[in-house]
């Protein structure tokens, strides 16, 4: 008899492997594709400036991308999910473009903060020009081909199938794992190592694949609510199968990966980041919660709160002694507060997406050289920032991803999870919560400016909205046996 079960087992065993090789061989090339250009934009793109080499192979690589996504999508364009990610698109395209259309003298030079550019025109003795709306028309243009890889991975994750989905995620963790080992390598070997890979970074503390700490913080504040649908799902499944120890190693682990992208924070040493991990963290607790049914798990549960939010306040107050919050705010406030008024000198046009150094640099107020660095590259409030630089057509772009965003996040969370399937209802969730996190950190920094959190940020959008594919029943249990193969 337990000659026969150990059989059994064995053949189990050999037969789950068989599956799971199958299963990765079946991973369609779109996948693969939208894949590679995730982990190049997580490795190039932490860069906070523009024009490095690895912005401009990214662009390279990701543009096949983006082109064969918009063909397949145009060709299933009768799903309203489809129409709204392709109006997205264009919206977010046609911001940059539109600022890059020549206009003629009479028209641009009468919008307003132009001034003081067509003046100097008329003291050099030269015939005012046809000009675009943008007063830095390449730094404009770079702008818009940044926006190459972050679209093609929106279109390529919106693609995939749910399998695909879930392996996409696990790849996001594994960069997030990747990325506090280096950081634990940066800190290690000091601030000259070649480890960090930017010249202009912050040497004393780990920077992960980025060129700024607050951002690389972000990043794996942003990867804690995947984390924890994982756990929710495998929590489920262990339910499930009567509490079987075969969940339990995979349970572990992603409880492990957790607590390893929380205690990165104590690396980076980024405030509003440790803030916004511990909101990732208890917002995923919703998707937790309802797993709790006895009085013992739910004290347990409400323990582990407590523990979360003191570990926090702990990682705040004791970790970061060196740091001087007055003089950093009031830098960062003096600075948006100042973007804010040069904004409305060109409201409603903007003065062109990337102008912001030149302009700010016009205008800047010489109070801030005894406040902080005489060099502002950024307003340090991306919501200011947009408004320098877009004007009106970069507000009603956001406000109207905005009110999507929200409206698919309730969405995702009001649908009823399915047995075995747990998975693929909870990314969506853990999607709306991702896609908060660079947003309200947006308001005191720039995560969203570099490469590397737009690419996290356009996922979290593609997995928001559900696989336009499956709106079929009969492709719907399709995906579901494939799904069904590929979790075990």
């Known amino acids: 008899m337990w000659t026969d079960d150990r059989r059994f087992r064995t053949r189990s065993t050999a037969h789950s492997k068989e599956i799971r090789r199958k299963s990765w061989q079946s991973l369609s090339v779109g996948f693969w594709a939208t894949a590679c250009v995730l982990v190049l934009s997580i490795i190039l793109g932490g860069g906070t400036r523009q024009g490095f080499s690895g912005d401009y192979i990214l662009q390279l690589v990701s543009l096949p991308l983006l082109l064969a996504s918009i063909i397949q999508l145009w060709s299933i364009r009768s799903s309203a999910d489809i129409k709204t990610a392709l109006l997205v698109v264009t919206a977010i395209a046609a911001v940059p473009l539109i600022q890059l259309i020549p206009l003629p003298p009479f028209v641009w030079t009468a919008l307003p903060g132009r001034e003081a550019f067509s003046r100097t025109f008329e003291i050099a003795g030269i015939p005012t020009p046809w000009h675009p709306i943008s007063l830095g028309p390449s730094t404009t243009l770079q702008s818009a081909l940044s926006l190459i890889p972050p679209l093609a991975l929106f279109l390529g994750t919106l693609l995939l199938g749910m399998a695909e989905r879930r392996v996409l995620s696990l790849v996001l963790l594994g960069l997030g794992v990747a990325g506090v080992v280096l950081g634990l390598l940066q800190v290690a070997f000091g601030s000259t190592t070649p480890l960090r890979f930017f010249a202009f970074t912050n040497k004393e503390v780990a920077v992960a694949f980025f060129a700024n700490a607050n951002h690389a913080a972000i990043f794996m504040a942003s990867l804690i609510p995947v984390t924890g649908a994982w756990v929710v799902a495998k929590l489920a499944r262990w339910r499930q199968d009567g509490a079987g120890v075969t969940a339990i190693p995979s349970l572990i682990g992603f409880i492990a990966i957790a607590i390893l992208l929380f205690l990165a924070q104590g690396l980076m040493q980024s405030r509003a980041a440790i803030v916004l991990a511990t909101f990732a963290a208890l917002a995923c607790s919703a998707m937790l919660f309802p797993h709790f049914r006895s009085s013992l798990a739910r004290h347990g549960y409400i323990f582990a709160i407590v523990a979360l939010v003191a570990s926090a306040g702990f990682l705040i107050y004791r ?83 905005v009110f999507w965003w929200v409206r698919k996040g309730i969405q995702a969370w009001s649908r009823k999870l399915r047995e075995r399937e747990e998975i693929d209802y909870l990314l969506p969730r853990a999607a709306s919560i991702m896609i908060a996190v660079p947003l309200m950190h947006s308001l005191v920094d720039y995560p969203l400016r570099t490469g590397g959190m737009a690419a996290v940020l356009a996922v979290a959008l593609g997995l928001l909205i559900t696989q336009p594919s499956l709106s079929s029943r009969a492709n719907r249990k399709e995906a579901g046996r494939a799904e069904t193969r590929l979790d075990r």
């Open 319 to 401: 970790i970061l002694p060196s740091i001087e919050p007055e003089e950093i705010d009031a830098t960062r406030y003096e600075v948006a507060k100042q973007t804010l008024d040069i904004a409305w000198k060109f409201a409603p046009f903007g003065a062109g997406t990337g102008t912001f150094v030149p302009i700010y640099q016009m205008y800047e107020s010489t109070q801030l050289n005894s406040l902080g660095p005489e060099y502002i590259n950024r307003a340090h409030n991306d919501l200011a920032e947009l408004l320098l630089e877009s004007g009106a057509f970069g507000l009603v772009v956001l406000i109207g991803l």
